[in-house]
């Protein structure tokens, strides 16, 4: 399976911190924003990742994690020159892709929480459909919302409704079969001009070939977009962190952990991070690696 990281837009709900650099970019208490949404593919065993940004920060991603060799993966790049829709990823990456079932993930989505690895990895064995993720939210009329049967099968997926069928905030987070770069191709633009991601889903949805994974009541799901979102998602990586003594999104310590490189590789990685914190982490895992 290959994956996808849209970590494009303008960040305008983040001006004027975003004026100079992407949302993406913008630290989540320790780490850049963009290393939650890797995680999470690597964590589901998917080592071949296309970075879709603005042709203005694609150099930068680039400076930050080069490609993706020293953590056993590999990353390319591309370019959204404007915000046309989610889906629009999906025909970005066509060549990337290749035909090959894919995950795309939202570059502002921070997800944490017990078993979230076993889910993912069931979600990347897919040959058919597609896997979206659900969470339980107080107001389910500032989402995408959907409503499944017994089975978790989708049954439909309404936009922000006034009368939400159920509390179940699809999330950015994304699992589908090979079909779906066609499905992306043959999408007309909403009337807000964009390539709406739910218009992939309901074409899953409409053939009964799509299901949903409800996130429980020990998972977190954070979208960073606002100031006070992303205040409030750093405040809950670092209360995780400090009382754990374990990182959250940690792509050296993952990396590591999932076979994707060894010990040697992993201290390697940790002499170069400095004397930050999050580097004499990293020294700490290569020290019990070699143990």
């Given amino acids: ?51 879709i940004t603005t042709p203005h920060d694609v150099d930068l991603f680039r400076r930050l994690l080069g490609d993706g060799s020293d953590l056993g993966m590999s990353f390319s790049y591309a370019t959204q020159p404007q915000p046309n829709g989610i889906a629009e990823a999906l025909v970005i990456g066509a060549d990337h892709v290749a035909g090959e079932p894919v995950c795309l993930v939202l570059g502002d989505n921070l997800f944490y929480g017990h078993g979230l690895q076993e889910r993912l990895k069931d979600a ?58 066609e499905v992306a191709r043959n999408l007309r633009p909403s009337a807000r001009g964009e390539l709406e991601i739910t218009d992939v889903n309901m074409w899953y949805v409409d053939r009964g ?10 998972t977190a799901w954070l979208d960073t977009g606002t100031h006070d979102a992303l205040l409030e998602a750093s405040t809950f990586v670092q209360v995780l962190e400090h009382r754990q003594g374990e990182l959250i999104a940690c792509l050296e310590e993952i990396a590591w952990r999932m076979g994707f490189i060894d010990a040697d590789q992993l201290e390697r990685l940790a002499r170069r991070l400095g004397g930050s914190s999050y580097g004499a982490h990293v020294l700490r895992i290569a020290a019990e690696a070699r143990a």
């Fill in 1 to 51: 399976m290959k994956g996808i990281v849209l970590a494009g837009g303008t960040g305008s709900r983040l001006h004027p911190v975003t004026l100079g650099v992407s949302k993406q970019l913008v630290p989540v208490y320790d780490k850049p924003m963009i290393y939650y949404p890797l995680s999470l593919l690597m964590l589901a065993g998917i080592r071949d990742v296309l970075v």
């Fill in 209 to 218: 070939l799509a299901r949903l994974h409800p996130l429980g009541r020990g």
């Fill in 124 to 181: 990347a064995a897919l040959t058919e459909g597609c896997v979206l993720f659900g969470y339980t939210v107080k107001d389910p009329r500032q989402y995408g919302v959907a409503e499944i049967d017994d089975d978790h099968r989708i049954v439909s997926i309404e936009e922000k409704p006034a009368h939400p069928k159920s509390s179940l905030a699809v999330t950015g987070l994304y699992f589908y079969d090979g079909s779906v770069v």
